[in-house]
């Protein structure tokens, strides 16, 4: 019988029509100074460009995952590695090249570990991008070292021992993913935040502007529709639009401009501000989803 020998990692990389982004990543990948086996998982999420061809020619192993959506990819991704530790990314991101070897690093000095997460750095972005991640993830870092405890990290740099890994939720959209993740690998064991190990990823997701990232893709996307989607156990806002569709900046300029207007009426009329905010601010995105979608 074939005694195939474990990879001591298996990255796991979600992708829907990356064909531009992930050459660059699995470039940065197969440049990694880690002396072990690797396993590199791609998992095509419906896509219709070359993204399946592209990683199977570079060397990943490809997996479908016809139900779409991000945590069904890396479900079905995870599910299929047979590595010891299990490495989340992104198709758009790529990595020092001693990402690995500093991942693996910290699991050996560390046999607590049952996760090793950290930061990430954008790509070419605005100079609030540049600023943005260290104040995110300097804030997250000293909570940990107060703690000792990890509250959230990004998806591009999640590490977990497939041992203990109990599944995503799949009712939860992006965002919602990791934070679970981290919340269950949590009473496992103890999930390690390194800030000095970041990705590097692409700024295409700071394209909207800051007030859309801020409240919009934070506040609506990630934080309310986590916390609505655990509850209720089905996604009640939705997915936020995929990044590659972005707006134009006309369009840009009006959803950014009723943010701004609904998150004033707010504050003036200050009965019942903070529902007012997540209701009004909710019916914005919803209606301008819609035109763009007519587009």
């Known amino acids: 019988m074939e005694n195939k020998s474990r990879p001591r990692f298996s990255v796991v990389i979600p992708a829907y029509n990356e064909a531009p982004y992930l050459p660059q990543t699995l470039a940065s990948l197969k440049k990694q100074n880690f002396a072990g086996e690797v396993e590199i ?21 490809v997996v479908e995952e016809k139900r779409p959506g991000v945590c069904f990819a890396r479900q079905k991704g995870t599910e299929v590695a047979r590595g010891e530790i299990v490495v989340s990314t992104d198709a758009d991101t790529q990595f020092h090249v001693d990402w690995l070897s500093k991942i693996d690093g910290m699991f050996q000095k560390d046999e607590e570990a049952v996760a090793v ?60 993913d990791e934070v679970d993740l981290i919340r269950n690998l949590r009473s496992k064991g103890k999930v390690v935040f390194v800030n000095g190990n970041p990705t590097l990823t692409s700024a295409r997701r700071l394209a909207r502007g800051f007030i859309y990232n801020f409240f919009v893709t934070f506040w609506i996307y990630y934080f309310l529709e986590y916390n609505l989607s655990r509850r209720f156990k089905r996604s009640i806002i939705g997915t936020a639009p995929h990044f590659r569709n972005d707006y134009s900046p006309k369009i840009l300029s009006v959803i950014n401009a009723l943010i701004v207007a609904a998150l004033a009426i707010a504050l003036i009329t200050q009965q019942n501000a903070r529902h007012y905010v997540v209701r009004e601010t909710t019916q914005v995105i919803k209606k301008t989803t819609q035109v763009i979608d007519r587009r």
């Open 117 to 176: 997460v950290g930061s990430c750095h954008y790509t070419d972005g605005p100079i609030w991008g540049t600023l943005y991640p260290y104040a995110l993830f300097g804030v997250i870092s000293t909570i940990y070292r107060i703690t000792g405890k990890t509250y959230y990290a990004t998806a591009t740099n999640i590490a977990f021992k497939k041992e203990h890994w109990i599944g995503y939720d799949t009712n939860l959209t992006q965002g919602g």
């Open 41 to 61: 998982i791609v998992v095509d999420n419906n896509s219709t460009d070359l993204t399946a061809d592209i990683a199977r020619s570079l060397g990943a192993k």
